[in-house]
């Protein structure tokens, strides 16, 4: 089992910034990649960014590109979300989360195993 527990969420205004972290404990050597995922009340959750431990690029959607980053620290088994220039749309609860991913020719294959219970993002206009 791996256990994921997410902080640095809070309120904030347009504009602003936020650092989210993920702490990774337990059976991690079963996982090769994390994520965050958000989720808005009435929506659909939504993959924000994925890293893998191969170091290949990260993924990023495509509403977060160029405003979000996702890095990890090895030594610490945590992950973290920059969030800049947030957004009120931005607005959600961000969950971690770890599992095994693959990449057979062009396509990714991720399983995820793992999540965090969440960490709520609230951003005011």
């Known amino acids: 089992q791996v256990q994921l527990v997410e902080s640095g969420g809070g309120s904030v205004q347009a504009g602003g910034s936020l650092r989210l972290s993920c702490a990774a404990s337990?059976?991690?050597?079963?996982?090769?990649?994390m994520g965050w995922f958000r989720q808005a009340p009435g929506k659909e959750r939504e993959g924000v960014a994925y890293?893998?431990?191969?170091?290949?690029?990260?993924y990023y959607a495509d509403s977060v590109k160029d405003r979000f980053i996702i890095s990890q620290d090895n030594l610490k088994n945590t992950v973290y979300l920059q969030m800049n220039s947030l957004r009120p749309e931005d607005t959600a609860m961000y969950y971690c989360?770890?599992?095994?991913?693959?990449?057979?020719?062009?396509?990714?294959?991720?399983?995820?195993?793992?999540w965090g219970q969440g960490t709520q993002v609230t951003v005011s206009s």
């Open positions: 890293i893998y431990a191969d170091g290949g690029s990260p």
């Open positions: 337990g059976a991690t050597y079963n996982t090769n990649c």
């Open positions: 989360a770890a599992g095994l991913c693959s990449r057979v020719g062009g396509s990714w294959y991720r399983d995820w195993d793992y």
